[in-house]
């Protein structure tokens, strides 16, 4: 078990810019979760999959986010048209369900500031 | 959603028990109670979560009030590595985990 890791640990772009993160979820983990997290929030619900299927997002996800997880294995999140409001903590979790209620397991995220 | 309510803040000694409540009184009948915790700078760290009864694990005890509706986190001898956010989650089979801002939990030595 080598854990949930995420690529890049923190990034710096400009305003206007686009960026593209990746999460590695746990092996045999068939969710994986995307979320947001600003200085003093606990993390904030972006989206999340099943597999190779998205099955939610949140209302606060713009049509700037978009996430994949093709093949049902990593999983990529990528930002169009960066804002500053866009800085924050990108963390991603996965999860192994099996019916009844499964524990998450986050990665340590990437850091995100937009100048 | 359901919604839940925890203390900002609490300060425990060290090596002495901590209770870090929390309230959800409006939960659903089949939402499990999930416990994380964050480190400073680090992804949040799952707990202990549970349904009914109370659960113990190698971290911490889990209490779970009769009618469901609060659950107390119990760490038994607190240590300073112990500091940091404790959210307390309901969660339905995994749609939707919604983070709280969580309680603050400072450890004096």
């Known amino acids: 078990d080598t854990g949930v890791s995420q690529d890049p640990r923190h990034k710096i772009t400009k305003r206007g810019q686009n960026v593209t993160f990746r999460c590695d979820p746990i092996s045999e983990h068939n969710r994986l979760y995307w979320y947001r997290q600003t200085l003093g929030q606990g993390p904030e619900f972006l989206t999340y999959f099943q597999n190779e299927a998205q099955l939610e997002k949140s209302r606060l996800l713009s049509d700037r986010f978009s996430a994949e997880r093709p093949k049902g294995s990593f999983s990529t999140l990528e930002i169009q048209r960066t804002e500053q409001g866009d800085s924050a903590m990108y963390l991603c979790?996965?999860?192994?369900?099996?019916?009844?209620?499964?524990?998450?397991?986050f990665g340590n995220g990437t850091r995100l500031t937009v100048t | 959603d359901a919604k839940t309510t925890q203390p900002n803040s609490m300060e425990s000694n060290e090596e002495e028990p901590v209770h870090l409540p929390c309230n959800h009184s409006t939960i659903s009948g089949t939402d499990y109670i999930h416990w994380y915790r964050q480190l400073p700078s680090q992804g949040p760290e799952y707990v202990i979560h549970g349904l009914t009864s109370n659960v113990n694990n190698r971290m911490a005890s889990l209490a779970i009030a009769e009618d469901r509706k609060s659950s107390t986190l119990i760490l038994h001898r607190a240590t300073l590595r112990d500091a940091a956010v404790y959210y307390c989650?309901?969660?339905?089979?995994?749609?939707?985990?919604?983070f709280g801002p969580g309680t603050r939990l400072s450890v004096l030595p």
């Open positions: 979790a996965s999860s192994l369900a099996q019916g009844g209620s499964s524990p998450l397991h």
């Open positions: 989650i309901p969660d339905n089979y995994g749609q939707n985990f919604v």
